[in-house]
């Protein structure tokens, strides 16, 4: 087997062959378009070559398409859009063009009719806070559709606001607890049947949004970015909850210190509220199934939700996996 001239002992980036599915991957350098340069990949196992453009058969680099529909989304129109893309990117895009986008790209990007119905101020839209929880994690909600989510959800409402208007959360918790993503036991998890879907919206959202990704370790900023300002049922990303070992005792989860986390993308829609996990390989995780139902016993218990009315998934650009948790013995 010939490998390419390159260093094939990089490390792998969390990309799937088109051919193969494997992910074995490495940069194979760049080739020059019309449009700028673009980033080629070389699959290890198979030797196939390939881009990952979520797009084709376009005039223009896709993240000055998905830049210029999550600015309209923000709330400015069509005007400020145009002058606030043309000078951003240094170029020229007529506003017919940018109305096209907006057309071709709402059955995905489906915030758009509720952009078009309400006023919004690009200022106020997002509202967000940082908390140093042994890293720094930026929450944010998206008030119209808090909004309008609040109505059933009044409880989830009122815990959301209360990240950024009210005291700030005790961080000595997040520091010093274990984290759900770390938990020290096993739970053998009674759980719904996992739906599979190997391409919906949400793993096309996430292609949109890593579009706009320079780095692997912007990945989870953008596909979260992506969805709190261009999907109409995301109301907040890197939520911040937490479950004491008195809480955890009604789920029979027996733990010694506070479990915290925080939840990538928080949905609300078919009169359910859905936690979704960005995962860059969400096929090979063994961890989501505990991780998430552990958000979801938080989640539930800070809001006084009932567990039923909770959903969660785990996802990447490629794969989609759904389950409802119930309850768990350790």
Same mark, same amino acid.
């Given at each position: 087997?010939?490998?390419?001239?390159?260093?094939?002992?990089?490390?792998?980036?969390?990309?799937?062959?088109?051919?193969?599915?494997?992910?074995?991957?490495?940069?194979?350098?760049?080739?020059?378009?019309?449009?700028?340069?673009?980033?080629?990949?070389?699959?290890?196992?198979?030797?196939?070559?390939?881009?990952?453009?979520?797009?084709?058969?376009?005039?223009?680099?896709?993240?000055?398409?998905?830049?210029?529909?999550?600015?309209?989304?923000?709330?400015?129109?069509?005007?400020?859009?145009?002058?606030?893309?043309?000078?951003?990117?240094?170029?020229?895009?007529?506003?017919?063009?940018?109305?096209?986008?907006?057309?071709?790209?709402?059955?995905?990007?489906?915030?758009?009719?509720?952009?078009?119905?309400?006023?919004?101020? *690009?200022?106020?839209?997002?509202?967000?806070?940082?908390?140093?929880?042994? $890293? +720094?994690?930026?929450? !944010?909600? #998206?008030? &119209?559709?808090?909004?309008?989510?609040?109505?059933?959800?009044?409880?989830?409402?009122?815990?959301?606001?209360?990240?950024?208007?009210?005291?700030?959360?005790?961080?000595?918790?997040?520091?010093?607890?274990?984290?759900?993503?770390?938990?020290?036991?096993?739970?053998?998890?009674?759980?719904?049947?996992?739906?599979?879907?190997?391409?919906?919206?949400?793993?096309?959202?996430?292609?949109?949004?890593?579009?706009?990704?320079?780095?692997?370790?912007?990945?989870?900023?953008?596909?979260?970015?992506?969805?709190?300002?261009?999907?109409?049922?995301?109301?907040?990303?890197?939520?911040?909850?937490?479950?004491?070992?008195?809480?955890?005792?009604?789920?029979?989860? *027996?733990?010694?210190?506070?479990?915290?986390?925080?939840?990538?993308?928080? $949905? +609300?829609?078919?009169? !359910?509220? #859905?936690? &979704?996990?960005?995962?860059?390989?969400?096929?090979?995780?063994?961890?989501?199934?505990?991780?998430?139902?552990?958000?979801?016993?938080?989640?539930?218990?800070?809001?006084?939700?009932?567990?039923?009315?909770?959903?969660?998934?785990?996802?990447?650009?490629?794969?989609?996996?759904?389950?409802?948790?119930?309850?768990?013995?350790?």
């Amino acid at each position: 087997m010939k490998y390419p001239p390159y260093n094939i002992n990089k490390p792998k980036l969390f990309i799937k062959c088109p051919k193969c599915s494997e992910s074995n991957i490495v940069k194979y350098g760049t080739r020059t378009t019309k449009h700028g340069k673009a980033q080629i990949y070389f699959c290890k196992k198979c030797n196939k070559r390939f881009s990952t453009s979520s797009i084709k058969f376009i005039t223009h680099p896709p993240g000055i398409i998905f830049t210029a529909i999550s600015t309209y989304n923000l709330g400015h129109n069509l005007e400020q859009t145009n002058r606030i893309i043309n000078r951003r990117f240094k170029t020229h895009i007529p506003k017919s063009t940018l109305y096209s986008w907006l057309d071709r790209y709402k059955h995905i990007c489906t915030f758009l009719p509720l952009r078009r119905k309400y006023a919004i101020d *690009p200022k106020e839209i997002i509202q967000s806070k940082r908390s140093h929880h042994q $890293q +720094v994690y930026e929450y !944010k909600y #998206h008030k &119209l559709k808090l909004n309008i989510a609040g109505k059933q959800f009044p409880d989830l409402k009122a815990y959301l606001t209360s990240l950024v208007s009210g005291p700030n959360i005790n961080n000595k918790m997040f520091r010093e607890g274990a984290r759900c993503s770390d938990f020290p036991g096993k739970l053998n998890v009674t759980i719904s049947r996992i739906k599979k879907t190997a391409n919906n919206n949400a793993t096309k959202m996430a292609r949109f949004g890593l579009e706009l990704t320079r780095t692997n370790h912007e990945r989870h900023s953008s596909v979260e970015s992506y969805f709190l300002i261009n999907d109409s049922a995301t109301i907040a990303t890197e939520i911040p909850v937490y479950l004491t070992p008195k809480e955890a005792n009604s789920f029979n989860i *027996p733990i010694p210190r506070t479990l915290t986390g925080h939840i990538d993308i928080l $949905q +609300v829609r078919s009169n !359910k509220i #859905h936690i &979704l996990d960005y995962k860059p390989d969400a096929e090979s995780d063994k961890s989501a199934l505990e991780q998430l139902t552990l958000y979801a016993f938080a989640l539930c218990t800070r809001t006084d939700t009932s567990l039923n009315k909770i959903t969660c998934a785990y996802f990447d650009e490629n794969s989609f996996s759904q389950f409802r948790p119930a309850n768990t013995e350790v």
